[in-house]
């Protein structure tokens, strides 16, 4: 059994890692507060733009863009969202386990072909640790979320499509949906990804505007087809609801690049809004592990105490009975 000296000073020592967790504790509501406002604010205009977009290419056949062409993938990049530090939970756990399941999708492709863009140290270290290339030093944008930075990886990443050198950039990163839930998520950044667009009706009548995938593809083929028949005629659009000023080339070049860079800065408000969440519930979970553990060394020592004091007494009584 402990004698009191040790229990004091397990008791010092678990009230002292108790004011740390609950400061952090605080610290972190403090921070999700103000991130919970910026994704708040961000998201949904992202989410709209991301609409309008993809609808905008799933309706009209002629905006087709290099950025919209799928192709074989022989290399693909990673964007992987996590913390510069720890004492979160699970958050940089989860985050790793689902880049390592990407990374074992792609196994053929071979590790030179699979290019890892940490945002935050921690997957960093773990891409390094396994071998794989990196793209680039991101650690700032995890604690410092700035529009700037993400409109740079966005360029990087886009011309590198373009060039060839990449064919299928994918996000992987925490949405956070409330302090007590985040979703692990991994979407397509690059091709941009229409299908949600193309899938959401199957069946289409005369009193929706929603292109099917299968009526895309029809309208490709016969344009190739009146091309090639009649002078390479113009196939009227399906959905006749966009009129485009000044022309289609101009609205995408604007388009895409600004849907870009937001949906990389709306995942990271996502991450980072996630990462303090997560560490707000380990900090309180914390917090009431060491209150537990306090109570039940107070009544150890409760305990021990009072089996010292009637050791005591019993001495004192058998000395003066024995005198």
């Known amino acids: 059994m402990p004698s009191l000296k040790e229990i004091k000073g397990r008791i010092a020592s678990v009230n002292s890692t108790r004011k740390i967790t609950s400061a952090m504790k605080m610290v972190a509501s403090s921070k999700l507060h103000h991130a919970q406002q ?26 087709q863009s290099i950025f919209s062409q799928e192709r074989p993938v022989k290399r693909v990049a990673l964007v992987v969202y996590s913390s ?22 792609y196994a053929s492709l071979g590790k030179e072909n699979i290019v890892i863009y940490p945002i935050g140290r921690k997957v960093a270290e773990k891409a390094a640790k396994l071998g794989y290339p990196i793209g680039g030093e991101f650690a700032d944008l995890a604690d410092k979320p700035n529009v700037q930075g993400c409109i ?4 990087e990443l886009g011309k590198k499509f373009v060039e060839g050198e990449l064919d299928k950039v994918e996000l992987i990163y925490h949405h956070f949906k ?13 091709p941009i990804d229409i299908s949600d667009e193309l899938e959401r009706d199957h069946e289409r009548d005369l009193s929706t505007n929603i292109v099917t995938r299968e009526a895309q593809e029809y309208l490709k083929r016969r344009e190739k087809e009146r091309a090639s028949q009649r002078n390479q005629e113009e196939v009227k659009p399906l959905n006749d609801n966009f009129i485009v000023e000044p022309d289609m080339y101009t609205v995408l070049s604007l388009l895409i690049p600004k849907l870009a860079h937001l949906m990389l800065y709306t995942a990271l408000l996502d991450s980072n809004a996630s990462e303090h969440a997560a560490r707000m519930v380990a900090m309180q979970t914390a917090t ?3 209150d537990e553990l306090l109570r039940e060394l107070n009544l ?15 001495d004192i009584v058998g000395g003066s009975v024995n005198n």
Do not use: W
Request: glycine letters at 4%; charged letters at 15%; one cysteine or more.
């Open 38 to 63: 910026m994704i708040e604010n961000m998201l949904p205009y992202e989410n709209l733009l991301e609409h309008i977009l993809k609808s905008f290419l799933a309706a009209e056949v002629e905006a």
């Open 84 to 105: 510069n530090s720890s004492l979160c939970g699970g958050f940089n756990a989860n985050v790793i386990k689902l880049m390592q399941q990407a990374m074992k999708g």
């Open 152 to 155: 740079q990886l966005a360029q």
């Open 178 to 190: 409330s302090a007590g839930s985040q979703i692990l998520t991994r979407s397509t950044f690059l």
């Open 288 to 290: 009431d592990n060491a």
């Open 300 to 314: 150890q020592y409760n305990k021990s105490r009072q089996q010292a004091i009637t050791s005591e007494l019993l």
